[in-house]
């Protein structure tokens, strides 16, 4: 498994000609909890978003993201049903978390990808506050079956239950 936010922030390498494309600024998810790409650092003040779309990504390392060519390097269609994890106005990091019968499991602070050019996320990091954090750790609760991500939450099924997170970052 990889955090997404071990992935924000890496180059954006071109495998053909070396060059980087730009930076991992966020991811993009859909409402099935797929990454479908990864939003780049936009260059220009009031440049278009670009983004790389997951299926042309080679491969995830701790130094770098590789694609290909540069020609992966797509424009964000804005009218997408997507969100970002980090940024944007609609951002999962900082949603909380709550079950249907109404119990708030934590606060959305990062996301869990399965196996390397896996898309679908596994798991949620889960904050309870920055207090907390220091004493306790943050908590981990795998993706259930149904999970809605609404306007102000994501809602989860009744017996949905955080564990604490993992101690790995990457298995894959």
């Known amino acids: 498994m990889r955090r997404a936010q071990d992935i924000i922030g890496l180059p ?13 600024a966020d991811l993009l998810i859909d409402r099935e909890w797929n990454v479908q790409g990864v939003l780049l650092e936009s260059k220009l003040w009031f ?16 130094d770098a993201v590789t694609v290909q060519n540069g020609q992966a390097v797509r424009p964000l269609d804005e009218s ?12 999962l990091r900082g949603m909380p978390v709550i079950t249907v019968n109404g119990e708030q499991l934590g606060l959305v602070e990062d996301v869990y990808i399965g196996d390397q050019l896996d898309k679908k996320i596994v798991g949620y990091e889960l904050s309870d506050g920055f207090l ?11 993706t259930p079956e149904t999970a809605t991500f609404g ?9 949905s239950a955080p ?3 993992p101690s790995f970052h990457e298995t894959g």
Do not use: Y
């Not at 440049?47 to 701790?62: K, L, N, Q, T």
């Not at 997408?80 to 951002?91: H, I, K, M, Q």
């Not at 907390?132 to 795998?142: F, T």
């Open 12 to 24: 954006v390498i071109e495998i053909k000609a070396g060059k980087q494309l730009g930076t991992a």
């Open 47 to 62: 440049g278009s978003p670009r983004f790389v779309p997951w299926e042309a990504i080679v491969a995830f390392g701790s």
């Open 80 to 91: 997408a049903d997507l969100v970002c994890l980090s940024s944007g106005a609609s951002r």
């Open 132 to 142: 907390s954090d220091l004493k306790e750790g943050r908590k981990w609760l795998p």
């Open 151 to 159: 306007e102000d939450a994501v809602i989860v099924p009744v017996h």
């Open 163 to 165: 564990s604490r997170t």
